[in-house]
């Protein structure tokens, strides 16, 4: 198993900036994408941003200009720096990771706890 442990949510201003970290640990050997999700109260979960071992982000329509993910291999992290912050960002924001599983010939994906990210007006 994975474990994954986030950690930079917290109340901030409309315009601010917060960093969200995340970190693997446990049985981690070769780790594929990893990304962030979010969820609003009342709504589902929606993906923020993600990267691919090699590097390569995407971004949800909503965030892209404001928030850069990246990603450092050797420590197993995932980063996303949110800038420009928005009240509509606010959400429990959620890190995942896959890694590929030999015993089941696929991959899984892992998932962090979550952490509240709140921007007031």
């Known amino acids: 198993q994975v474990q994954l442990v986030e950690s930079g949510g917290g109340l901030v201003q409309a315009g601010e900036s917060l960093r969200l970290s995340c970190t693997a640990s446990?049985?981690?050997?070769?780790?594929?994408?990893m990304g962030w999700y979010r969820q609003a109260p009342g709504k589902q979960r929606d993906s923020v941003a993600a990267?691919?071992?090699?590097?390569?982000?995407n971004y949800a329509g909503s965030v892209e200009g404001r928030f850069t993910i990246s990603r450092d291999n050797a420590k197993n992290t995932v980063y996303l720096q949110m800038d420009s912050l928005k009240p509509e960002d606010t959400a429990v924001y959620y890190c995942?990771?896959?890694?590929?599983?030999?015993?089941?010939?696929?991959?899984?994906?892992?998932w962090g706890q979550g952490t509240q990210v709140t921007v007031s007006s």
């Open positions: 990267i691919t071992s090699g590097g390569s982000a």
């Open positions: 446990g049985n981690v050997f070769r780790i594929n994408a």
């Open positions: 995942y990771v896959d890694q590929y599983s030999i015993g089941y010939g696929r991959f899984q994906r892992f």
